[in-house]
């Protein structure tokens, strides 16, 4: 199993996953060594692709994932033994921040940024599930009373937290868009541009302010190719899909069919 180990954090290594990937191999090869069942904290899309990479390739796990609903974007895995036949506790709570929604508009920046501000590491923290008056937050159950006590404010605007129950939250509907259209390549600033309604020159710009990401991890190159199956998502514009390449047309470009989520 430690070739295994090495052989994982090698290939993570000098990317932006390196850190979770050590910290996810090592949850990991403590289910396999206790035989039991063991919870990360909430985790990106990206780490969650790694965490069912990991288990795959070390043997002797399962990997289930929950995130309090259906269709959560962060959530936790369980790396549970084969032998394991217990059904995994995700230990998921719902905390309610509510305010005057008369007098404040704040929205998901502004409830991750002051919660990030009370010294919280992010893997205590799942979905963030922000409307006109209130914020439902899907935490770590164990930091459910020192965000009862210590969230006590938005910004500058006071707010009333409390507990909430897992069943006031719908599961997540997702609004999508087909977007069918010819590129001159299949670059990532090309894609991104067809699919967020952008120039490619405007579309290199963000890619350079490191606002675009390819399956959850910074783009870092404009030139970077894009295949079938790709997710790219950008700041303030959500994420879209590479649903289909359909091959060139007559006139050299190359047409794909693209999935906006919104």
Not at 47 to 58: F, K, V
Not at 137 to 163: H, P, R
Request: net charge positive; charged share 30%; aromatic share 8%.
């Amino acid at each position: 199993m430690s070739d295994a180990r090495e052989k994982i954090i090698r290939y993570y290594k000098g990317t932006e996953g390196e850190s979770s990937a050590v910290k996810l191999v090592d949850f990991a090869t403590q289910a396999i060594k206790n035989r039991k069942c063991k919870l990360t904290g909430f985790l990106s899309p990206f780490e969650q692709e790694m965490a069912g990479t990991i288990a795959n390739s070390l043997g002797e796990l399962n990997v289930d994932f929950y995130g309090g609903y259906r269709g959560a974007e962060r959530q936790r895995a369980a790396f549970c033994h084969v032998e394991f036949q217990g059904t995994p506790n995700f230990e998921i709570a719902v905390i309610k921040a509510e305010w005057n929604g008369e007098f404040a508009r704040l929205g998901h920046r502004d409830v991750l940024g002051s919660i990030m501000s009370l010294g919280v590491d992010r893997e205590y923290i799942g979905d963030i599930i922000a409307t006109k008056d209130f914020a439902r937050l899907l935490v770590d159950k164990k930091m459910c009373d020192y965000f009862t006590a210590n969230l006590t404010q938005i910004g500058s605007t006071a707010v009333k937290t409390t507990i909430d129950e897992l069943e006031n939250i719908s599961d997540k509907e997702e609004r999508t868009k087909e977007i069918k259209a010819t590129v001159a390549s299949l670059r990532v600033d090309s894609i991104a541009a067809a699919g967020f309604g952008m120039s490619r020159s405007k579309a290199a710009q963000e890619i350079a302010a490191e606002k675009i990401k390819l399956n959850w991890q910074t783009v870092k190159n404009a030139s970077q190719s894009i295949k079938a199956g790709d997710v790219l998502s950008m700041r303030g514009r959500g994420r879209m899909e590479v649903s289909e390449i359909r091959g060139q047309t007559k006139k050299g470009r190359v047409g794909v069919l693209l999935k906006r989520f919104f």
